[in-house]
């Protein structure tokens, strides 16, 4: 998607699609001075910025149950099993 | 739809960024050395990340198990040639990914068509590409809300919605805490590739936030 500008300047709209490239330290230095430029005196496209992150810490706080005792019986039957074949 | 085992944990951080790779690396030698405890605390540690995987390649909780148990018997097999040029983690996820590959569970995988569009709706800017339709400002309340585990269940809901690819990533990078790089061996995807997929995910996660704090 490219949208017209009369500069070299970024929009919001091409901005958001840039956000996990920035994220990442995957953006060129020039790429990311502009985005840093925009980001500075937009404060919507600021406040996308952090919702992003919001949204990656919130998804990093689900966390698998730990394993049960059923579980781990089950396991160390199998590597008994495993280990009776092997031998 | 469902994503494994999921649930939320109101404490931040405590090992949401996964498991050290060295202390693995400890394990995997008893193990190798056949030690049975080091296998169970090896499953123990990682059986969760994997069902969660092993999920978003079927539909059916008992495949994914299989799956997962297939796993473990190609890690017994395969232990006395690992030889840690990756990590235990990285080569352990490339065994499932290629086990349910094989396997042929991939019904899901169809559900990536036509996710090709912009991460934010069109009608939300302007004509010259300016927000017209701003972000609002929800960050802490969501916070407070994940806190109290009442938003872990809505981001379940949309993980379960991901089409499969951007699930994989996002699950792995954002939940179980793998880096990019150990994304890219688990998965066989280009490091462009998994950018592309992990961007789209968390855009929609994203926005399925923002619809539910609007909502509230």
Same mark, same amino acid.
């Given at each position: /998607?490219?949208? #017209?500008?009369? *500069? *070299?300047?970024?929009?919001?709209?091409?901005?958001?699609?840039?956000?996990?490239?920035?994220?990442?330290?995957?953006?060129?230095?020039?790429?990311? %001075? %502009?985005?840093?430029?925009?980001?500075?005196?937009?404060?919507?496209?600021?406040?996308?910025?952090?919702? /992003?992150?919001?949204?990656?810490?919130?998804?990093?706080?689900?966390?698998?149950?730990?394993?049960?005792?059923?579980?781990?019986?089950? #396991?160390?039957?199998?590597?008994?099993?495993? %280990?009776?074949?092997?031998? | 739809?469902?994503?494994?085992? @999921? $649930?939320?944990?109101?404490?931040?951080?405590?090992?949401?960024?996964?498991? =050290?790779?060295?202390? +693995?690396?400890?394990?995997?030698?008893?193990?190798?050395?056949?030690?049975?405890?080091?296998?169970?605390?090896?499953?123990?540690?990682?059986?969760?990340?994997?069902?969660?995987?092993?999920?978003?390649?079927? !539909? !059916? =909780?008992?495949?994914?198990?299989?799956?997962?148990?297939?796993?473990?018997?190609?890690?017994?097999?395969?232990?006395?040639?690992?030889?840690?040029?990756? $990590?235990?983690?990285?080569?352990?996820?490339?065994?499932?990914?290629?086990?349910?590959? !094989?396997?042929?569970?991939?019904?899901?995988? !169809?559900?990536?068509?036509?996710?090709?569009?912009?991460?934010?709706?069109?009608?939300?800017?302007?004509?010259?590409?300016?927000?017209?339709? =701003? =972000?609002?400002?929800?960050?802490?309340?969501?916070?407070?809300?994940?806190?109290?585990?009442?938003?872990?269940?809505? @981001?379940?809901?949309?993980?379960?919605?991901?089409?499969?690819?951007?699930?994989?990533?996002?699950?792995?990078?954002?939940? +179980?805490?793998?880096?990019?790089?150990?994304?890219?061996?688990?998965?066989?995807?280009? +490091?462009?590739?998994?950018?592309?997929?992990?961007?789209?995910?968390?855009?929609?996660?994203?926005?399925?936030?923002?619809?539910?704090?609007?909502?509230?």
């Amino acid at each position: /998607m490219t949208l #017209f500008t009369r *500069n *070299n300047d970024l929009v919001c709209q091409e901005v958001v699609e840039l956000i996990t490239d920035y994220l990442e330290g995957a953006l060129s230095r020039s790429q990311r %001075r %502009r985005l840093e430029a925009h980001l500075a005196g937009c404060e919507h496209c600021s406040e996308y910025l952090e919702q /992003m992150q919001a949204t990656i810490r919130i998804t990093g706080r689900l966390q698998a149950e730990d394993l049960t005792p059923e579980m781990r019986e089950e #396991f160390t039957a199998i590597y008994r099993r495993w %280990r009776a074949q092997d031998d | 739809m469902r994503v494994g085992l @999921i $649930s939320a944990i109101a404490v931040p951080r405590r090992g949401r960024r996964g498991t =050290p790779v060295d202390e +693995d690396g400890e394990l995997v030698a008893r193990l190798q050395a056949g030690d049975e405890q080091a296998f169970v605390q090896l499953v123990s540690r990682h059986h969760a990340a994997m069902l969660r995987l092993a999920n978003s390649y079927t !539909s !059916s =909780p008992a495949v994914a198990e299989e799956v997962v148990q297939d796993t473990w018997l190609g890690v017994l097999r395969g232990i006395h040639g690992f030889a840690g040029r990756s $990590s235990f983690r990285t080569w352990l996820f490339t065994i499932l990914v290629n086990r349910a590959r !094989s396997t042929g569970v991939r019904e899901r995988r !169809s559900v990536a068509v036509g996710d090709a569009g912009p991460v934010v709706d069109r009608a939300r800017f302007d004509a010259s590409g300016a927000w017209m339709s =701003p =972000p609002q400002h929800w960050i802490e309340d969501s916070d407070e809300r994940m806190q109290a585990q009442a938003l872990a269940g809505h @981001i379940q809901k949309t993980l379960g919605e991901l089409p499969a690819r951007q699930r994989e990533v996002v699950v792995l990078r954002d939940v +179980d805490g793998l880096s990019s790089h150990e994304v890219c061996q688990v998965l066989a995807i280009s +490091d462009a590739n998994q950018r592309v997929l992990l961007h789209r995910g968390r855009s929609h996660l994203r926005q399925a936030l923002e619809a539910e704090m609007d909502r509230a």
